[in-house]
């Protein structure tokens, strides 16, 4: 919804509506909305590798636009956050404030297996910043429950020497996350080090104000509702091919150590 509030209220600055057309109806509403003529042009979401929706995209003769980046994004036009950048921003920080081991707890299952390729794309980032720092990253169970997290968070524990550090892209798993590492003893800026998603005003609510890797979604919905604008005021018929990754940045907050001064 952070998504779709953005685009709506872009889209009016452009003097167009949306209409939202549900996950469920797949490739069938894609064509029901073309074929009716009720629609100017497509922004599709919750983008997956092998997307089912994406055989009839291209056939259609309005402009369509992915947020989100499939594995064949040939003759798409593409707009993502670059989630390899914020895993690499993520490791190379935490490994400047001196960390040499680096747990980044995952997607939940449900996002992991909907097989969308941000995730292989933010542990691609991180692995390939931490082997250029000389650093070891490890890859843990994320969920929506306890039980995993916890267990997730004593393995990090058991193979850390010196100040533990976490990422937590998810924004599922941060408060558990938190509550874990609590009842450890551990607090975050102090003997362990948080870098996780969220909100600025989700952020600063954290008993410990989190930093956080911002993935920049207003900014991406501005983008995507600017890209397919243009694309109508062409009136140009597809194919169209392009893509776009939108930079991340971190937001330091309480929740990290800082690299000493002079560093």
Same mark, same amino acid.
Request: with cysteine; glycine share 8%.
């Given at each position: 919804?952070?998504?779709?509030?953005?685009?709506?209220?872009?889209?009016?600055?452009?003097?167009?509506?949306?209409?939202?057309?549900?996950?469920?109806?797949?490739?069938?509403?894609?064509?029901?909305?073309?074929?009716?003529?009720?629609?100017?042009?497509?922004?599709?979401?919750?983008?997956?590798?092998?997307?089912?929706?994406?055989?009839?995209?291209?056939?259609?003769?309005?402009?369509?636009?992915?947020?989100?980046?499939?594995?064949?994004p040939s003759g798409?036009?593409?707009?993502?956050?670059?989630?390899?950048?914020?895993?690499?921003?993520?490791?190379?920080? !935490? *490994?400047?404030?001196?960390?040499?081991?680096? #747990?980044? %707890? =995952?997607?939940? +299952? &449900?996002? /992991?297996? @909907?097989?969308?390729?941000?995730?292989?794309?933010?542990?691609?980032?991180?692995?390939?910043?931490?082997e250029a720092l000389?650093?070891?990253?490890?890859?843990?169970?994320?969920?929506?429950?306890?039980?995993?997290?916890?267990?997730?968070?004593?393995?990090?524990?058991?193979?850390?020497?010196?100040?533990?550090?976490?990422?937590?892209?998810?924004?599922?798993?941060?408060?558990?996350?938190?509550?874990?590492?609590?009842?450890?003893?551990?607090?975050?800026?102090?003997?362990?080090?948080?870098?996780?998603?969220?909100?600025?005003? !989700? *952020?600063?609510?954290?008993?410990?104000?989190? #930093?956080? %890797? =911002?993935?920049? +979604? &207003?900014? /991406?919905? @501005?983008?995507?509702?600017?890209?397919?604008?243009?694309?109508?005021?062409?009136?140009?018929?597809?194919?169209?091919?392009?893509?776009?990754?939108?930079?991340?940045?971190?937001?330091?907050?309480?929740?990290?150590?800082?690299?000493?001064?002079?560093?």
């Amino acid at each position: 919804m952070e998504f779709v509030s953005v685009i709506a209220s872009t889209a009016r600055q452009y003097d167009h509506d949306i209409l939202l057309v549900t996950e469920d109806e797949g490739a069938a509403g894609l064509r029901r909305v073309v074929g009716q003529q009720i629609c100017d042009g497509l922004i599709l979401m919750q983008v997956e590798d092998e997307d089912e929706r994406l055989p009839v995209a291209r056939t259609l003769n309005v402009p369509v636009l992915l947020i989100g980046i499939p594995r064949d994004p040939s003759g798409l036009v593409c707009i993502d956050a670059d989630f390899e950048m914020a895993g690499e921003h993520c490791v190379r920080d !935490l *490994a400047a404030a001196g960390h040499s081991v680096i #747990s980044i %707890i =995952d997607w939940q +299952p &449900a996002v /992991v297996n @909907r097989h969308v390729n941000y995730v292989d794309r933010f542990m691609g980032g991180a692995d390939a910043a931490a082997e250029a720092l000389g650093v070891s990253v490890q890859h843990l169970p994320g969920g929506p429950d306890q039980a995993t997290i916890a267990d997730s968070v004593d393995k990090a524990l058991a193979a850390t020497q010196g100040v533990p550090a976490f990422i937590a892209p998810d924004r599922t798993v941060q408060d558990i996350l938190r509550r874990a590492l609590a009842s450890r003893g551990l607090t975050p800026g102090v003997n362990v080090s948080i870098i996780g998603s969220a909100t600025p005003t !989700l *952020a600063e609510l954290q008993p410990i104000p989190l #930093s956080t %890797i =911002d993935l920049r +979604p &207003a900014e /991406v919905s @501005r983008r995507a509702v600017k890209i397919i604008c243009q694309l109508l005021e062409a009136d140009s018929q597809g194919p169209h091919e392009s893509l776009e990754l939108v930079p991340t940045v971190i937001t330091h907050r309480s929740s990290t150590l800082r690299p000493p001064h002079g560093t």
